[in-house]
């Protein structure tokens, strides 16, 4: 049996979103903007798909642009503000964002903005004060996430979008890993901008949205024949949209029958279960409200390069951090930002269930993974080391 505990990373597509998409890859093959009926009867797929993504978001389908993925929207909403507000040069994140978001902050840092990333405290929460603090007159936009990748700690967006209006600031919402495992209903309003990626809920690889509110004036980050009403222009990805929109409609029947609750329930107990089984463990991000599917579980003195490789001989996917900084020897930046103690950073461990995760997974990581714990703390570099207490205290007084 191969278990799959990393749907942060990716998540695998539903069998119903794989036969939407199946007849555009070879029967309606037809270029949508074309006006022969091979492109025309595309058009109201589009269409339903784009009302099947704005349902999932609490939005219209006028605010909803299709892109290739979250990355691209987070890119789009970020420097489409830069273009459209010339006037105004700061933006506000956090230490805790995916690179998408942090490394786009970056490049608009070398244009001239100025960026302020706000930190997290020990659990992962952020300070709404201190949020508040950070806008400026010059403040063009905050881009904060929802719900964090790796630790799945979810920030207080109602509150943090209605402190930003009420400077007039427009924010911006990486709500990529919050899409189809929490309600959105109640929050859309306050958010300006909200960026979601279709391979997170068990759609197709490849395709995202950006959510627009209607009003908000942004450029277009992509230019050409005026695909998607001018913000994305391009051949429209048929086979994937229609993908993305039936994983939509899915992850809405997920949330609105209960789904969170018993994922999250599933999430607990594997937790509990792991933290009565392995000594010196503890759940980073605890005490804070967190996306039902995510656990990161730090094993102290333990090696979470080892701990993968073991759970991988044992037929089990997880991961350390984010996929995207899979190959980056460096402790996770989300971690580091929490003040997390090396010897615990390095062994920490991401599980992510799905929606199809089962009880029987669950019970077979209980029982493999308390060996796997000891085994990778045998070949951690802190394992039995007298100066590894004297390291993490030195940490702890900033080196």
């Known amino acids: 049996m191969f278990i799959y505990l990393d749907n942060n990373a990716t998540t695998p597509v539903a069998s119903g979103v794989a036969a939407a998409m199946a007849p555009f890859h070879t029967e309606f093959f037809g270029n949508p903007a074309s006006l022969h009926r091979f492109g025309q009867e595309l058009r109201p797929v589009i269409a339903r798909a784009r009302e099947a993504v704005a349902a999932l978001l609490s939005a219209e ?7 290739s993925g979250a990355t691209e929207a987070i890119n789009t909403a970020l420097f489409g503000l830069a273009t459209a507000h010339p006037g105004k040069r700061h933006l506000v994140a956090t230490g805790v964002e995916h690179d998408a978001t942090l490394k786009t902050c970056e490049a608009l840092g070398r244009r001239g903005f100025d960026v302020t990333i706000l930190p997290v405290d020990e659990t992962g929460g952020l300070d709404l004060r201190q949020f508040e603090q950070a806008l400026r007159p010059d403040t063009l936009a905050a881009s904060v996430m929802w719900a964090n990748n790796e630790t799945g700690v979810i920030f207080p967006i109602a509150e943090l979008a209605a402190i930003a209006r009420s400077r007039g600031v427009l924010f911006h919402c990486d709500a990529v890993q919050a899409a189809g495992k929490i309600p959105f209903e109640g929050v859309r309003s306050g958010v300006d901008l909200m960026s979601v990626s279709s391979h997170k809920f068990h ?38 949209i229609a993908g ?32 009565d089984r392995v000594e010196d463990a503890r759940v980073n991000g605890a005490g804070q409200p967190r996306i039902p599917n995510t656990t ?12 993968l490789q073991l759970l991988d001989e044992e037929g089990i996917a997880a991961a350390t951090s984010s996929a995207c900084q ?21 062994g920490s461990l991401r599980l992510s269930l799905s929606r199809y995760t089962s009880n029987e ?11 796997i714990v000891a085994k990778s703390r045998r070949a951690s570099t ?13 940490q702890r007084q900033g080196r």
């Open 203 to 240: 759609g197709p690889k490849g395709m995202g949205a950006l959510y627009v509110r209607r009003g908000v004036r942004i450029a277009p980050l992509i230019h050409g024949g005026g695909q998607e009403e001018g913000m994305r222009s391009g051949t429209s990805n048929v086979p994937g």
């Open 244 to 275: 993305m929109g039936k994983a939509a409609e899915l992850a809405l029947e997920f949330v609105r029958s209960g789904g969170p609750d018993r994922m999250a329930a599933l999430r607990d107990r594997l937790e509990r279960g792991l933290l």
């Open 61 to 67: 389908p006028a605010e909803i642009t299709f892109t």
């Open 382 to 394: 802190f394992s039995g080391d007298p100066l590894a207490g004297e390291f993490e205290r030195f």
């Open 326 to 346: 899979s190959n980056d020897p460096e402790p996770s930046h989300v971690l580091k930002a929490m003040d997390v103690p090396v010897t615990w950073v390095r």
């Open 296 to 307: 990161n579980l730090a094993f102290r003195h333990a090696s979470g390069e080892a701990m």
């Open 361 to 371: 997974e669950v019970d077979a990581v209980l029982a493999a993974l308390p060996d």
